[in-house]
């Protein structure tokens, strides 16, 4: 069985900004690429940002200068620094997790931006 458990979500004023966490635990084999999608409301899921385990990322072009992925392999856990957060900003935020075991996301946390 695999838990992801994320956090770090919460309401911020536009210009502020969090830290997301997600840390993977359980059965889970060589973690290659951990990322972050989000959900805004009323919209689709999209990507915004990924990483693999060598460290070579990946970012929507709206996070872009702002938002900052990174990984502690040691820790099997993903960051997610956001700064400059707008309210166009607001979504739920999913982590997910691919591995030769199998492909998980977490339950996602709530982000608000407020203007």
């Known amino acids: 069985q695999v838990q992801l458990v994320e956090s770090g979500g919460g309401l911020v004023q536009a210009g502020g900004s969090l830290r997301l966490s997600c840390a993977a635990s359980?059965?889970?084999?060589?973690?290659?690429?951990m990322g972050w999608y989000r959900q805004p409301p009323g919209k689709q899921r999209e990507l915004v940002a990924t990483?693999?385990?060598?460290?070579?990322?990946n970012y929507a072009d709206s996070v872009k200068g702002r938002f900052t992925i990174s990984r502690d392999n040691a820790k099997n856990t993903v960051y997610l620094q956001m700064n400059s957060l707008k309210p166009e900003d607001t979504a739920v935020y999913y982590c997910l997790v691919v591995s030769t075991s199998g492909n998980y996301w977490g339950k996602g946390t709530l982000v608000t931006v407020s203007s």
């Open positions: 359980g059965s889970i084999f060589s973690i290659n690429v």
């Open positions: 990483i693999t385990s060598g460290g070579s990322t």
